[in-house]
């Protein structure tokens, strides 16, 4: 198994900015009994995510700092923070009988692929043990391209491993005003073209749906790259969130709009047949119509 390469004496000073807090966690698999998610187990190697994507539904989680408990950190401080979970691969060994047969989903409150994964490999780690679960199958979600560190250990898994790449946007610009610390656009592509040239099943996760200029494009894009799938998902937003208003400031409001997601899914779908939408699990905010999107026709209808 592979260790952490780090010891951590002085988090802090290792990581500039970020506080990095590890604990050992009580407990490492999430039973998911919503058999719509299409799996039984979220696996999460961290707490926090260095990502701090501005529209991220887990900053309203009810979160602690590892000695801090009932002091839940600020919503606001999302991204500054991260705690690895040091004992995930021996949790996750100690429980292996339960995946028998199971889907387990990498990560649903984190990106397994932060940079502090470059450091700390615990997702790599919890691969290696899921390995060794021969009916056990594994999807992973990242929006960065550090996952190509693992692709001969993700090739070994064959047919039991889909990887989904989140790229929200077509757009760099876009990008760098929702998710300013996450990977560059190209990069996550051109790790989806790596990652199926290996002989990877890597789908395109187009979640949350931000501004796309140019479906056809993107679509015809996440197809040239190797896609073999592809799904959109609405943005959720939390009560009162501050993200609302980046949205407005930047006319972006119309993401929010049930139809124009529906159009960039109807796109996708002319590329990949079983492409998707999944509804966010609650908007809170009322978007304006889309001034590009007509009242009855789609935009994209009859393409
Ligand atoms: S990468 Fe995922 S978990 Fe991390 S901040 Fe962004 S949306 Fe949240």
Redo the contacts with the bound molecule.
């Keep these: 198994m592979t260790p952490p390469l780090l010891s951590l004496a002085h988090p802090r000073e290792l990581f500039h900015d970020l506080q990095v807090e590890p604990e050992d966690a009580r407990s490492i698999l999430r039973p998911q009994k919503d058999d719509r998610y299409g799996f039984g187990f979220a696996l999460s190697p961290y707490r926090g995510?260095e990502?701090?994507?501005r529209y991220?539904y887990?900053r309203d989680y009810p979160q602690a700092l590892p000695g801090e408990k009932g002091k839940p950190v600020d919503r606001s401080l999302?991204?500054t923070w991260a705690v690895p979970k040091l004992n995930a691969p021996e949790l996750l060994w100690n429980q292996r009988h339960r995946l028998h047969g199971q889907t387990v989903f990498l990560a649903s409150?984190?990106?397994p692929y932060?940079p502090l994964e470059r450091e700390f490999r615990l997702t790599r780690a919890c691969l290696e043990v899921l390995l060794k679960c021969p009916t056990t199958r594994v999807l992973v979600h990242t929006?960065s391209p550090l996952v190509l560190q693992d692709l001969e250990l993700l090739r070994a898994f064959g047919p039991r491993v889909r990887v989904g790449l989140s790229i929200p946007t077509d757009d760099d610009t876009v990008r760098q005003v929702v998710?300013p610390r996450?990977p560059p656009v190209p990069s996550r592509w051109a790790a989806m073209e790596r990652l199926a040239q290996a002989g990877i099943e890597v789908n395109l996760a187009v979640a949350p749906l931000m501004p796309v200029h140019n479906p056809v494009a993107f679509a015809r894009r996440a197809k040239d790259s190797g896609a073999s799938g592809a799904w959109v998902g609405g943005l959720r937003l939390l009560k009162d969130d501050p993200f609302y208003d980046v949205l407005a400031r930047n006319d972006w409001l119309f993401i929010l709009d049930a139809e124009y997601q529906e159009q960039v899914a109807g796109v996708l779908r002319e590329a990949f047949p079983r492409a998707r939408r999944r509804e966010a699990q609650e908007t809170r905010a009322v978007p304006p119509r889309h001034p590009l999107v007509p009242a009855q026709r789609g935009l994209f209808e009859g393409m």
């Design positions: 995510c990502h701090g994507c991220c887990v999302w991204g409150a984190t990106d932060q929006r998710e996450s």
